[in-house]
């Protein structure tokens, strides 16, 4: 019966040991480390995420830091070696940084209507100026364009892929020059100062878009846009402890009121709940559009 006894604490206190090592193998970080891709000039320098972070570091009771990444190769990175513990990402990078082994999981997207159901949609978008009188892809064969970045999802891969499949010829074989500006503001502004002819940008930073005191949008002709793709989505490392998604979750979904300068910024009713499947599409299928 003691042989019994003692095999029976044996084995509970093995059961006791293994699940605390496997507590333990969660990532609890001192400090939460939060990036964003660089989609807007000085977009972290201004604050307008503060009301994030702030709610982030009460909710958490822990240090929130937003991580500087001055490109989105550079946001990626940081999701793939474990520098960073949170972003907001475009799809693309999204897919980019699961292709490259980041075990990260997409869980909330700003919305326009906050009882939606799965992330918004914006396009890919090609512009001019208005003034240059460009009508057509074909018109504009041999001159300067912008892109974004190389992983941009619509300022970058997106057109890649349009081009292509419109032209019979990449991107750079088609025009003359090829730049990446780092943000749409960026993109947009060499193109209403005439340092290129054309740029692919995201149709959301047109509309809401102001130059010199006026909107972009009026000085500007879209001579091509793509079919929806999904809005940016908010993703963490899968292996950050329980309690610690729960306390990102309980911001994202119950805290809200708390966040409305940064609704108010992006022109968004709030965040609305995704998951994986949302965005688990491969960039040379996304569809496209004249």
Known sequence: MNKIVSRLCALFLFA????????????NPDTLRFAVIPQMKDQTAVGHYDALIETLKDELDRNVVLVPAGS????????????????????????????????ITAFASLHKQIDASGPS?????????????????????????????PVSTSGGIVPRVAVQRMTGMP???WFGRVSFAGSHDLAIEAVLNGRVAAAFVA???VKHGVYNG???????????????????PFAYQVGLCAS???????????????????????????????????????????????
Not at 122 to 148: F, K, N, W
Not at 215 to 232: E, F, G, Q, Y
């Open 72 to 103: 989105y190769g550079a946001v990626i990175e940081g999701l793939s070696d474990g520098s960073v513990d949170l972003a907001e990402l475009g799809p693309g990078s999204y897919a980019l940084a699961r292709d490259r082994g980041a075990n």
């Open 214 to 232: 006026r909107p972009v949008a009026d000085a500007l002709h879209t001579v091509w846009r793509s079919d929806p793709i999904p809005s940016d």
């Open 171 to 173: 991107l750079e074989t």
């Open 16 to 27: 006791a040991a293994a699940g605390a090592a496997q507590a333990q193998a969660c990532s």
């Open 203 to 205: 149709d959301s930073r």
């Open 244 to 290: 610690v998604k729960q306390a990102i979750h309980r911001v994202f979904f119950e805290r809200q009121d708390d966040l409305q300068p940064l609704f108010a910024w992006r022109d968004r009713q709030g965040f609305v709940s995704v998951v994986d499947s949302d965005y688990q599409l491969l960039m040379h299928r996304l569809p496209d559009s004249p």
């Open 121 to 149: 949609n914006y396009r890919s978008v090609l512009i001019t100026r208005e003034d240059a009188g460009i009508q057509s892809l074909e018109a504009l064969r041999g001159s300067a364009l912008s892109l974004v970045d």
